[in-house]
């Protein structure tokens, strides 16, 4: 049973790009989580998703920044026109269903480094 | 808003215990969650207090008062491969997570 998935790995964007991480979850998990960690800090939540529904965003910048997790397919997060402040680790994590767990497994993260 | 504290940085030798502290404070708390994470990778679940008093699993126990809005982690016989980063995070609802900073460890020989 796989874990959670994240790709790429490690990510380059210059100034200005676009940049596309991807989730995929654990089998039998419908809920996907994406967070942020700086150098040194701990984990920032940003938004919590199920399957077409953002349920909850409140930690998402207002502008250039979008999560999906459609039907088909890995969720998305997507950082438009990217600043050297967007140079971070992104992590997802998934859970199942509500109520049958509180633990969150999380993907090995994606790097993204802007120049 | 919500905020949690812990120590930045611990110190022990192997086979010794330590305890990390976390005081927190959250509105829609539902429980206090510890992750272990290594060199940047994965953080991986260590325990879930979702009422007051001690879990033990292993090797690491947790504990909760909600009263006095603080947990800790207890690591017993510290190993060198326990040396990580270590953070608490509060529970709201589902398994959204409010993480502190961290707390890392160094176990040394």
């Known amino acids: 049973n796989a874990g959670v998935m994240q790709n790429p790995r490690h990510l380059v964007r210059r100034r200005g790009q676009e940049a596309r991480l991807r989730c995929s979850p654990m089998?039998?998990?419908?809920?996907v989580y994406w967070y942020r960690q700086l150098p040194e800090e701990g984990l920032k939540f940003m938004v919590y998703?199920?399957?077409?529904?953002?349920?909850?965003e409140s930690g998402m910048p207002k502008e250039r920044f979008s999560a999906e997790f459609p039907k088909e397919g890995p969720s998305i997060l997507r950082i438009q026109q990217v600043v050297r402040g967007d140079s971070a680790a992104y992590f997802c994590a998934s859970s199942p269903p509500s109520g049958a767990s509180t633990e969150a497994f999380f993907g090995q993260g994606t790097r993204l480094t802007v120049v | 808003g919500q905020s949690l504290e812990q120590p930045s940085e611990v110190t022990a030798v192997e086979g010794a215990i330590v305890q990390i502290n976390c005081t927190y404070q959250?509105?829609?708390?539902?429980?206090l969650s510890w992750y272990q994470q290594h060199d940047g990778g994965a953080p991986t679940f260590l325990s879930y207090?979702?009422?007051?008093g001690l879990e033990e699993t292993g090797r690491f126990s947790s504990f909760l008062s909600r009263s006095d809005s603080y947990g800790y982690l207890l690591l017993q016989e510290l190993q060198m491969k326990d040396s990580a980063s270590y953070f608490c995070?509060?529970?709201?609802?589902?398994?959204?997570?409010?993480f502190g900073k961290g707390t890392m460890l160094l176990v040394s020989p």
């Open positions: 995070a509060a529970n709201s609802g589902y398994s959204t997570l409010t």
């Open positions: 089998k039998g998990h419908s809920h």
């Open positions: 207090n979702a009422l007051d």
């Open positions: 998703l199920q399957k077409e529904n953002i349920i909850d």
């Open positions: 959250t509105s829609g708390f539902y429980g």
